[in-house]
């Protein structure tokens, strides 16, 4: 980036492709917490492991993104999906094994994976 003007274009076109997206889009959001707690807890692998076997298995309708903060840190890592016209789902506590398994049964099949929900969780 050379110039204010470079830099007002770039932004001129990030805000066209933002445009882009509506509310009815058929792609599943997957965000994952990576505030300290949620990093501190193992959210890091859990986010590379959804992020690689997505683009690996060419799964163009499911978006990875992370998030600070959720404010329930006793429950990281957190991983919550947004699906069109359905409620979020949040699992907690979840580790590679437990995101491959969303993955292939929740974000793939349709199935959400009750055993892992915030509100299945043991005290």
């Known amino acids: 980036m050379k110039s204010l003007e470079e830099l007002k274009a770039i ?17 599943i959001r997957v965000v994952v917490g990576m505030a300290t ?5 193992g959210a890091r692998p859990v986010l590379n492991l ?3 076997e ?3 298995r060419n799964l ?18 957190i991983v919550e ?5 359905r409620e979020k789902i949040t699992y907690v506590k979840v580790n590679e094994e437990k995101a491959l ?7 793939i099949k349709g199935n959400v994976v009750d055993k892992y929900l915030l509100h299945m969780e043991e005290k």
């Open 101 to 107: 398994e969303i993955l292939e049964q929740h974000l």
């Open 81 to 85: 999906v947004f699906e069109p016209g």
């Open 60 to 77: 163009e309708n499911i978006t990875v993104t992370q998030t600070g903060c959720i404010g329930l840190c006793q429950y990281e890592p």
């Open 50 to 52: 959804l992020v690689n």
């Open 54 to 56: 997505v683009q690996a």
């Open 37 to 41: 707690c949620g990093i501190a807890s």
């Open 11 to 27: 932004r001129d076109k990030m805000k066209g492709q933002i445009g882009m997206r509506s509310e009815d889009d058929d792609n």
